[in-house]
């Protein structure tokens, strides 16, 4: 490193630079914008970076070897030279049988992971025949409305050999039920069982909306969820502490990190509180961030993320297993920032921000296809989605060697920027409460909303670029390829498979592990058992989530 000698040297020679070769440069020809700032708008970004804006960097404090504290660097020590990423495409079909011929197909392609896409009514508990379902089957994802739904989506999938990631959350406590009775049925033990269920519903109340219950008993279900899996699936991720969907709904990149950290710390909070060990627990949290365009940013982002998730259980949970610091996340590309105009132009965009996850250290990651700003991807648009990993993994030489861009003077500062910027944030939280206190109150909502108010103002106003949307636009612009849909003959089947399970079935099974559930609900019992009896004698979907919602009542989000 530089002694200070050194440094004010260096300060110097910068200093002259930007006045004399610099300086003069911008006064003759100008610069393309007045003020350049990261992607979110919260940083300015300087012309040029020294290594005196790194001066107070200490290598092993702040930055470490990969799998060593504080884990900057990544969480294992080879990285992607001794196994590459988990490649995951989202998928989710209107039935259990598309599904089931989606998930062989992308197995085929090459897959490593399967990921899992779910219809609006199985995310808020309701079967395909309800009300509130009409129009919505099978439409964002796949409708699950019992155990014989699951165990069609795996026909042929032998879950020993496999790592689902599932986008649930409300109701996650059901569909894990289900993904453990299918292992059961195939024989699998359930220590073999891995994946990951989302079951982030402080998420939820910030940004999707996907809700069912109020802030209490959706915790309680939580930390039920991290008890139960602790002893049954310990290889199993218990949830998926969500900040892709924070920063969808419009957050800056510190945002996206303090508010999705604040949320884990809400969890862990909460299992102590209920009575578990830190470190049983806490190495089966896992993380899920979005990736966008800006690759230096999110670059920092991520590193930034490990290295804050470190000191937090460090020094605020006094976590003993290195196991329990390590942030581990999955990656996908940002959903938001793909255009129905000149779809081509999503291919780039996806490759770009795979490329920001795979030098940011991701353990999974998710690529989008070109299609989705119009409807679920069709098979092309998956595979050319999935050629995008492949390509990035096989090469490019990203995958090469270990956070490559270590000792940037650029990335650097920049990680330190966001990871100051992020704590601040955090200590407000504190100041609030915690997390759930300032959801509740609509605050963290308002915070996103103010930005995601700016940014579109931006856009509105030329003083940020979507191209193909407001600049290099196509006046005649090409017609939209094929998209996928679900039929209403589609709907229409799976409202009968259900009514049909419904007569077949025992009944009277089915409603004495409803009030067996309904029993444990009220008391302080642990819920899973219950709900895995229940899934296991064919209770619906909403059957279960109805004898909850019977105790635990339903949530009326903050109005903001």
Known sequence: MFDEEDLEAIRTGHEEWADETYGPTVDRFGERKETFTTDTGGTEVDPLYTPADVADLDYEEDLGNPAEPPYTRGVYSTMYRGRLWTMRQYAGMGTARETNERFH???????????MAFDLPTQMGYDSDADMAQGEVGKSGVAIDSLDDFETVF??????????????????????????????????????????????VL????????????PEPSMRLITDIFEYAAEETPNFNTISISGY??????????????????DGIEYVEAAIEAGQDVDEFAPQLS??????????????????????????????????????????????????TLTAQQIENNVVRVAYQALAAVLGGTQSLHTNGKDEALSLPTEKSVRTALRTQQILAHESGAADTIDPLAGSYYVESLTDELEQEAFDILDEVDERGGMRQAVEAGWVQRQIQDTAFERQREIEAGERTIVGVNEYRVEDEEKAEDIEEVSEEEQERQRQNVQQLREERDGAAVEAVLEDLRAAC??????MPYIVDAVKAYATTGEICDAMRDVFGEYRGATV
Not at 203 to 214: D, L
Not at 253 to 258: D, K, L, P, R, V
Not at 291 to 312: C, T
């Open 245 to 262: 969907h924070i920063r969808e709904a419009g957050s800056t990149a510190a945002q996206e990190i303090a508010f999705t950290l604040g």
């Open 155 to 200: 026909d042929g999938i032998p879950l020993d050999e496999v790592s689902t990631s599932m986008t649930i959350n409300a109701p996650a406590s059901v569909l894990l039920a289900m993904y453990i009775a299918v292992g059961d049925k195939q024989g699998v033990d359930r220590e073999e069982l891995r994946g990951t269920i989302q079951n982030d």
């Open 105 to 115: 197909y992308l197995m085929d392609e090459g897959q490593t992971g399967l990921s």
């Open 203 to 214: 998420k939820e109340y910030i940004a999707r909306n996907t809700f069912i219950y109020p």
């Open 522 to 527: 009220e008391s302080d019992e642990n819920v």
């Open 287 to 336: 993380f899920f961030f979005a990736s966008y365009n800006n690759i230096l940013e999110e670059v920092a982002k991520f590193r930034a993320a490990r290295r804050m998730w470190y000191r937090i259980m460090e020094e605020r949970f006094d976590a003993q297993k290195e196991a329990s610091k390590q942030l581990k996340f999955h990656t996908q590309t940002a959903g938001s």
